[in-house]
Each structure stands twice: as structure tokens, then as C-alpha cells.
């Protein structure tokens, strides 16, 4: 069995998760190596749902009774894990959304509909990069449709980093928002967020992080990247899908707009007018999504018990592993920095002419799980000249072995289509 230094006891982990010990087609054992499209939930996180419906289950904030107290106190618990795990400045600053999809939605809308200083208009300029998600990509175009702002971004190198070499032309004094990911889904690009947010705060623009990709991953403090909103998804972080948060900082949440209107983020309503309820119920019309707040305050819970510094050393070993092993592939090009340093444990790679889809599809059949096709970045795709990659995203219950198993399994591949 193959060691590498500062990697976590994976045989223990792998026992809180059940999923990782099926089998699949005839008996095959799983790889399961598409992390970063969802991961795999622990017993714990399992459990908490569980109880949740079958011993806490009503709505929150509006009953009396003895399960909307406990139902509210565990989902506003939730919260409070929540700004703890990303050492928010305040609890309120904390918005629970659907996903990532939806923070960066609500955001794009605020400013849309804000006063001065803060809105979106024709005489202002939206900045993207070339390798967001289309999430970060398709609200900021509809923005830009919407009022008439300009949509700029930054591209690619050839190596899949940003090309900041024309910083200061991109972001100006007309700049209201940058929006960018901080570690990409595809490429699995880590970003020089420090150099973005200086340029953006000297032209005094908001700053928005798609943090989808690195929350699961790496330790992630909100007031250190001096962002002004950061935005990911539970269940790609050990949590359940339906759960997303939007950070933003307290004077902004004061100032903006709602997004969704409805019960819960009102203060009064007559026919006439309504007022709002202070951040972050402000933002969250309706019954929220409760279980699965309860569900993601489990999963930080689990990865707080194994640490998220620790989790990152093993993330790095196993892609440093990783790379070394895919580039000893014979015509496998790998899309993106092709060295474990400053990258995420996501990487895309194309296999000669083989197309991903049948890359995949071979794969699959001996029980390796992958992500083929533009992995919602299209933009990338065209831009490296390619029609989709395969994508091989590991998470803290990956191993060495898995990785051989993949390398192995090209191999059958490469043969299979002679």
C-alpha cells in the first residue's frame, strides 16, 4: 500500500461513511472520485437528519410549542456553527440559501435593486473571470441585460491561472462588484485572492468569493479574505443537499435589498407598505430549509473533529499523488496548473481523442465514478480548445490506492479504444 506524508487515518474515516463500501456493477468495489460535483455524507450527518424529522420536526421562529422552540434552537444553532466555521465577525451576517447558485442570485440581485452607492446600472461595470462556474457567469450576465451594465473578465493562461497582467484596465473606477471563484471547479486553480480584492478596494468595488470549492476543502476565514460577500454550498462539504449560505458583511445586509418576499423576513405588512426584518431573516422569506441546516451544522461538527488543516495536508498529498501519477499516462493532457501546487484535489485531464463521455463511460463500468463534460464552465472548455474534460475530485476519505485504481483503470480505457 502506497504512504505519502500527511495523510489522515482514511481507514477509519471510510467506516463513517456507508455509502463507500458498496459495490457496484458485478461486485466491483466503488471509487468514488467525484467530490467536487457532491461528497459522500457521514453516519454522523445521516443521524442528525434522522433525528431531526424523528424527534424535532416543525417550523421555526412562529410556534410556541415545545418542537418549534427545540426545531428553532437547533437551526439557529446551525448558524452559530456556521459563523464559527468561517470566523464570521456576527452570527447575522450568516444567510441560508438553497446552494451557492442561489447566494450568488441573491447577491446579483441586491445590488440590482439597491440605492446609491451600491446599485448596478448602465454606467457601471460587472467583473467576472473566464473560469467561474456558470452560477458565478449567468446571474451576472442577466444583471448586465437588466441594466445595462458592462460585463468584463478576466481570461486564462495557457497554464488554467488567471491573467491578471491587465488588472488595472479590468477592474476601474466604473467596477461596482468583482465576483470570482477562489478555487475552481474545473481547472482546481487556486486564486491570488489578495492581489484581486486590493485592486477592487482601490477603486472602492464590492468583492463577491464563490467559495464552493474551498470551504469543503481548506480552512476558510471570512474577515482574512476581506471579501465583502463569500458564498458556498453544504453538500459538497459533508452536508445534505438544500442547504447553501451567503456570508456578508453586517453594514451591507443592513443597507441592501431583499431578494424574496414572503413570511418570516417581514417586520409589518399592510396593504400599503411592508418593513423588513433585520439580516439575515431579512433574506430569508418562507419556511427555510431546516433539516438540512441541522444536517450541515453535523457535517462541520465532523469535519471540525478531524480538522480542516489536516484535511488539506491529506487533500495535497493525494493530489500531489495524483498528478504524478496522470501525467505517467501515455496522451493524457492535464487542463489546468500541472503541479499540486496552488490547486485544489480537482483535476481535469483529456485522454488523447478519446471524448470524456466514453472516458466515463469505461470508467464507470469498473467502478470508478468520475465527472465528465464542461463541469458547468463551458467558457474553460472553449477556451483551451477542447469539447469537455474528464474530472477526477478527491475529498478527505480518498486514497492512494483509489488513485492507482484510476491510473489503472485509463489504462483499460486507452486500451479499449485501441
Given at each position: 500500500?502506497?504512504?505519502?506524508?500527511g495523510?489522515?487515518?482514511?481507514?477509519?474515516?471510510?467506516?463513517?461513511?456507508?455509502?463507500?463500501?458498496?459495490?457496484?456493477?458485478?461486485g466491483?468495489?466503488?471509487?468514488?472520485?467525484?467530490?467536487?460535483?457532491?461528497?459522500?455524507?457521514?453516519?454522523?450527518?445521516?443521524?442528525?437528519?434522522?433525528?431531526?424529522?424523528?424527534?424535532?420536526?416543525?417550523?421555526?421562529?412562529?410556534?410556541?410549542?415545545?418542537?418549534?422552540?427545540?426545531?428553532?434552537?437547533?437551526?439557529?444553532?446551525?448558524?452559530d456553527?456556521?459563523?464559527s466555521?468561517?470566523?464570521?465577525?456576527?452570527?447575522?451576517?450568516?444567510?441560508?440559501t438553497?446552494?451557492?447558485?442561489?447566494?450568488?442570485?441573491?447577491?446579483?440581485?441586491?445590488l440590482?435593486?439597491?440605492?446609491?452607492?451600491?446599485?448596478?446600472?448602465?454606467?457601471?461595470?460587472?467583473?467576472?473571470?473566464?473560469?467561474?462556474?456558470?452560477?458565478?457567469?449567468?446571474?451576472w450576465?442577466?444583471?448586465?441585460?437588466?441594466?445595462?451594465?458592462?460585463l468584463?473578465?478576466?481570461?486564462?493562461?495557457?497554464?488554467?491561472?488567471?491573467?491578471?497582467?491587465?488588472?488595472d484596465?479590468?477592474?476601474?473606477?466604473?467596477?461596482?462588484?468583482?465576483?470570482?471563484?477562489?478555487?475552481?471547479?474545473?481547472?482546481?486553480t487556486?486564486?491570488?485572492?489578495?492581489?484581486?480584492?486590493?485592486?477592487?478596494?482601490?477603486?472602492?468595488?464590492?468583492v463577491?468569493?464563490?467559495?464552493?470549492?474551498a470551504?469543503?476543502?481548506?480552512?476558510?476565514?471570512?474577515?482574512?479574505?476581506?471579501?465583502?460577500?463569500?458564498?458556498?454550498?453544504?453538500?459538497?462539504?459533508?452536508?445534505?443537499?438544500?442547504?447553501?449560505?451567503?456570508?456578508?458583511?453586517q453594514?451591507?445586509?443592513?443597507?441592501?435589498?431583499?431578494?424574496?418576499?414572503?413570511?418570516e423576513?417581514?417586520?409589518?405588512?399592510?396593504m400599503?407598505?411592508?418593513?423588513?426584518?433585520?439580516?439575515?431573516?431579512?433574506?430569508?422569506?418562507?419556511?427555510?430549509?431546516?433539516a438540512?441546516?441541522?444536517g450541515?451544522?453535523?457535517?462541520?461538527?465532523?469535519?471540525?473533529?478531524?480538522?480542516?488543516?489536516?484535511?488539506?495536508?491529506?487533500?495535497?498529498?493525494?493530489?500531489?499523488?495524483?498528478?504524478?501519477?496522470?501525467?505517467?499516462?501515455?496522451?493524457?493532457?492535464?487542463?489546468?496548473?500541472?503541479?499540486?501546487?496552488?490547486?485544489?484535489?480537482?483535476?481535469?485531464?483529456?485522454?488523447?481523442?478519446?471524448?470524456?463521455?466514453?472516458?466515463?463511460?469505461?470508467?464507470?463500468?469498473?467502478?470508478?465514478?468520475?465527472?465528465?463534460?464542461?463541469?458547468?464552465?463551458?467558457?474553460?472548455?472553449?477556451?483551451?480548445?477542447?469539447?469537455?474534460?474528464?474530472?477526477?475530485?478527491?475529498?478527505?476519505?480518498?486514497?492512494?490506492?483509489?488513485?492507482?485504481?484510476?491510473?489503472?483503470?485509463?489504462?483499460?480505457?486507452?486500451?479499449?479504444?485501441?
Open positions: 500500500m502506497t504512504q505519502l506524508p495523510l489522515l487515518d482514511t481507514e477509519a474515516i471510510r467506516k463513517d461513511f456507508p455509502i463507500l463500501d458498496r459495490q457496484v456493477h458485478d466491483r468495489k466503488l471509487v468514488y472520485l467525484d467530490n467536487a460535483a457532491t461528497s459522500q455524507k457521514p453516519r454522523q450527518v445521516l443521524d442528525a437528519l434522522s433525528e431531526y424529522y424523528e424527534r424535532y420536526n416543525a417550523n421555526v421562529h412562529r410556534g410556541v410549542h415545545v418542537l418549534a422552540e427545540e426545531a428553532t434552537a437547533l437551526y439557529e444553532g446551525a448558524r456553527k456556521v459563523a466555521f468561517i470566523n464570521a465577525p456576527s452570527r447575522d451576517e450568516v444567510i441560508f438553497k446552494n451557492a447558485s442561489e447566494s450568488l442570485n441573491l447577491v446579483a440581485n441586491m440590482g435593486w439597491a440605492d446609491e452607492p451600491y446599485r448596478v446600472d448602465a454606467e457601471t461595470e460587472i467583473v467576472i473571470t473566464e473560469m467561474e462556474h456558470h452560477s458565478n457567469i449567468v446571474p450576465q442577466l444583471l448586465s441585460q437588466r441594466t445595462g451594465a458592462k468584463k473578465w478576466f481570461g486564462l493562461t495557457d497554464d488554467g491561472r488567471l491573467d491578471l497582467s491587465n488588472i484596465e479590468v477592474i476601474t473606477e466604473k467596477t461596482k462588484i468583482v465576483s470570482f471563484v477562489l478555487v475552481s471547479n474545473i481547472l482546481g487556486v486564486n491570488p485572492v489578495e492581489a484581486i480584492v486590493r485592486r477592487a478596494q482601490e477603486v472602492g468595488a464590492l463577491c468569493i464563490d467559495a464552493s470549492q470551504a469543503p476543502h481548506m480552512p476558510l476565514d471570512v474577515q482574512a479574505l476581506q471579501a465583502d460577500f463569500v458564498a458556498f454550498t453544504g453538500h459538497k462539504m459533508c452536508g445534505p443537499t438544500g442547504i447553501g449560505v451567503l456570508w456578508g458583511r453594514e451591507l445586509l443592513e443597507d441592501l435589498p431583499p431578494f424574496l418576499g414572503g413570511g423576513m417581514i417586520e409589518t405588512v399592510s400599503h407598505s411592508s418593513t423588513y426584518a433585520p439580516a439575515p431573516h431579512k433574506f430569508e422569506a418562507g419556511t427555510p430549509p431546516i438540512q441546516a441541522v450541515l451544522g453535523a457535517a462541520i461538527d465532523y469535519l471540525n473533529s478531524i480538522g480542516m488543516d489536516k484535511i488539506l495536508a491529506h487533500e495535497h498529498a493525494i493530489t500531489e499523488y495524483a498528478v504524478k501519477r496522470l501525467t505517467e499516462v501515455p496522451d493524457l493532457r492535464i487542463i489546468g496548473p500541472a503541479t499540486a501546487e496552488d490547486r485544489g484535489a480537482a483535476i481535469s485531464f483529456t485522454l488523447g481523442d478519446i471524448h470524456p463521455h466514453d472516458v466515463g463511460q469505461v470508467l464507470d463500468e469498473q467502478g470508478i465514478a468520475v465527472r465528465v463534460g464542461h463541469h458547468c464552465a463551458r467558457p474553460v472548455c472553449l477556451r483551451y480548445g477542447i469539447p469537455a474534460t474528464t474530472r477526477a475530485s478527491f475529498y478527505l476519505y480518498s486514497t492512494p490506492a483509489e488513485i492507482d485504481a484510476l491510473v489503472d483503470g485509463l489504462e483499460h480505457v486507452r486500451n479499449f479504444f485501441g
